[in-house]
């Protein structure tokens, strides 16, 4: 089997702490072998040696987790597993082969083409016919084309190397469903607060000194990793680099350290999971988390004229007319930005998002126009009737068209309650207002319509 370190890259994810002590020296629970040197980057020397090291995915590795169980039935099957970086893809691919008694290879994506993919798999063949098997494990495989991720079926489905591949893009858009259908997709979560505190302590104990910071400095180390294991112990080693007589509060880490870009693709999962936790937010009334979610779009880059033209959307679709000014409003606010530019055109979008939340909410107009549509098909070319029509020659008045016509101004109280739908057609009922905001005034209005209707009808 390949050694432990071949090509063996950043850790990502690490084992339990050891007590903080003042020797220095190799951990105890380092995996077996030589103590690394000191060269080498901590969270490589952290790496665990084991499954029941690993922290932060007890949903995979513990007891019941589901990992765990394929490793105890003897029936590990070919992965996805899909996770942000720095919680784990490439340690767990490696303690997986070690658990289950397969040779570990490794490729990357990024730097692996179809020679590469057929040597592994000639490799893998020759291995298994001395009995041996084979985990291939493949960084970033979502990078490979669509014709290269089915070279894999072949030796997924004849059981030629048990497939792990490690992606942080969501597998359902970057992942051929043929290959999806033979592999298992595990997500990783990305590490809480607990799980990176594990982490530190690590670290201190393979320092052999404690870390030189205040509660809040330390606190504020965890936040700026953002769930990253690996970029948690990189900071750490800066941290530890450090002499001073004082613990780094919070504000002098941040002036230390520079704190990562927030994690963020404007073409890919991350901008639809953000935006639907904006529109979804807005829906729930609740102006706050809404904010918070229009910031964190900000934060990462996305245009605003974007996120103007949801929130116009959302102003039609899930207002409408319980707040008949949310629509203008929203115009208002994209052409304040459009004029004012960023940043001070943010404020507007800002308070445009406010308004929003905590408007009345009525789908009624949007289910409607749909109901529209389904009846406009149905019923295909039916003329309006004729006593609607206008008629400017003397042909279509012999036909009828206007004859029989009442204008509604000169009726009481301006409702001549005549029927428009064509003849012979069932009145639908298309918009329900709801008793929301000013949606319920439209109701009663609406209602005292249908008595009058109904009694010139009668």
Request: aromatic share 6%; glycine share 10%; net charge neutral.
């Amino acid at each position: 089997m390949a050694g432990r370190h071949e090509n063996a890259g950043g850790g990502d994810l690490f084992g339990d702490p050891a007590p903080v002590t003042r020797t220095t020296g190799p951990v105890t629970h380092r995996r077996a072998g030589a103590a690394p040197p000191r060269t080498q980057p901590l969270a490589d020397r952290l790496r665990p040696a084991s499954l029941d090291d690993v922290v932060g995915q007890d949903h995979l590795l513990g007891p019941d987790g589901a990992l765990r169980r394929m490793l105890e039935r003897g029936s590990l099957a070919s992965l996805i597993l899909w996770g942000g970086p720095g919680v784990g893809k490439t340690t767990i691919a490696r303690l997986l082969a070690d658990a289950a008694g397969l040779r570990f290879m490794q490729l990357s994506a990024v730097f692996s083409g179809v020679a590469d993919l057929k040597r592994a798999f000639d490799d893998a063949r020759r291995l298994a016919e001395s009995g041996k098997g084979t985990l291939l494990f493949v960084d970033e495989i979502h990078r490979f084309n669509r014709a290269q991720q089915d070279g894999f079926l072949p030796v997924v489905e004849d059981g030629t190397v048990v497939l792990v591949g490690a992606t942080t893009e969501n597998p359902s858009f970057a992942l051929n469903g043929a290959l999806l259908s033979r592999c298992q997709v595990v997500v990783l979560h990305r590490l809480d607060d607990p799980a990176l505190e594990r982490l530190l302590a690590r670290a201190e104990a393979e320092a052999g000194r404690p870390l030189p910071l205040t509660p809040d400095g330390r606190a504020t180390l965890r936040a700026m990793a953002d769930g990253d294991g690996r970029y948690l112990l990189n900071m750490v080693e800066q941290v530890l680099a450090v002499r001073t007589d004082q613990p780094l509060d919070a504000q002098g880490l941040s002036g230390l350290l520079a704190r990562r870009a927030v994690l963020y693709d404007k073409d890919r999962e991350e901008h639809y999971n953000l935006i639907s936790a904006l529109h979804k937010s807005l829906r729930g009334s609740d102006p706050d988390a809404a904010l918070y979610w229009f910031a964190r779009m900000l934060e990462g880059g996305e245009d605003p004229r974007y996120i103007a033209r949801r929130l116009t959307r959302f102003a039609a679709e899930d207002v409408g007319m319980a707040d008949p000014q949310a629509l203008p409003l929203a115009v208002a606010a994209w052409e304040t930005y459009e004029r004012l530019g960023s940043p001070e055109g943010e404020l507007a979008l800002a308070q445009l998002v406010v308004h929003l939340g905590t408007a009345p909410k009525s789908n009624a107009v949007y289910t409607a126009y749909k109901a529209a549509r389904r009846l406009a098909k149905s019923t295909g070319s039916l003329m309006p009737p004729a006593h609607i029509l206008n008629a400017p020659t003397g042909l279509m008045k012999d036909l009828g068209y206007g004859q029989g016509y009442e204008y509604d101004h000169d009726s009481d109280e301006g409702f001549s309650g005549q029927n428009y739908f064509p003849d012979g057609m069932r009145r639908e009922a298309l918009y329900r207002p709801t008793d929301r905001g000013y949606e319920r005034d439209i109701a009663r209005r609406l209602d005292s319509w249908a008595r009058l209707r109904e009694s010139r009808r009668s």
